[in-house]
């Protein structure tokens, strides 16, 4: 079974400033998918940024990169330039063959003026 | 597109009622997955059909629920009889191929 894990329930950043949300997976897959989904309190689910395992290159998607390290099953989220609409909780989420999506625990991220 | 459509937004019951959770998915999408969102355990999948057909129903809570896809565009995810304990969001997703899923605005439902 796949396992997600996000071991930083909250964290917090000043507007403008740089964050990394972590989380590590585990699978017996070869290829799978990773990504993040942003929730905010309209408790819509918002795909941020996808990464193919088989590709070495990190996503980056505008303000939004990931630190994809496979080897350790490593996918971090760094986010540049934080915005106050950056507050909100952020999932992590690896997608299995047959296209079931198994989520972390969440991060609740909070920007402060 | 106007993306995955759930209805009702929000449903409150009393409990032994029964409840329907309803989602249109997008276009040409041919997966439809039901999420469920609690505190406690966070984002479950109930379950999910590829092209219409249920493929993985593992997840769901009880013989209390079920989930129906009839046609491409509609699918439904009854509770009966429901209980407080089934309070939570409910998200419907659809998807085609890897490229992510895209999801509707959830129901919240409340059973009281």
């Known amino acids: 079974a796949q396992t997600v894990t996000q071991s930083q329930p909250e964290m917090s950043v000043q507007e403008a400033e740089t964050v990394t949300l972590s989380c590590t997976y585990d699978?017996?897959?070869?290829?799978?998918?990773l990504f993040w989904y942003k929730q905010p309190p309209s408790r819509q689910m918002i795909l941020v940024i996808r990464?193919?395992?088989?590709?070495?290159q990190n996503a980056t998607e505008n303000r939004f990169s990931v630190n994809f390290q496979k080897a350790a099953k490593s996918f971090s989220l760094k986010i540049s330039d934080s915005q106050l609409g950056d507050t909100a909780m952020y999932f992590c989420?690896?997608?299995?063959?047959?296209?079931?999506?198994?989520f972390g625990e969440g991060t609740q991220l909070t920007v402060n003026p | 597109d106007a993306g995955v459509i759930q209805s009702p937004r929000h449903e409150v019951t009393e409990m032994g009622q029964e409840v329907t959770l309803r989602c249109k998915p997008i276009?040409?999408?041919?997966?439809l997955f039901w999420y469920r969102q609690t505190m406690m355990r966070g984002l479950e999948l109930l379950i999910y059909?590829?092209?219409?057909?249920?493929?993985?129903d593992s997840g769901m809570p009880e013989d209390r629920f079920s989930a129906k896809m009839p046609n491409a565009s509609f699918s439904t995810l009854k509770i009966q009889p429901s209980e407080p304990r089934d309070s939570a969001v409910y998200f419907c997703?659809?998807?085609?191929?890897?490229?992510?899923?895209?999801f509707g605005s959830g129901t919240r439902l409340t059973v009281v």
């Open positions: 997703a659809s998807n085609q191929g890897d490229y992510g899923y895209t």
């Open positions: 989420a690896s997608e299995t063959s047959g296209s079931r999506l198994t």
């Open positions: 699978t017996s897959e070869s290829n799978y998918y």
């Open positions: 059909f590829n092209n219409n057909v249920p493929i993985d």
């Open positions: 990464q193919e395992a088989y590709k070495q």
């Open positions: 276009s040409g999408h041919d997966y």
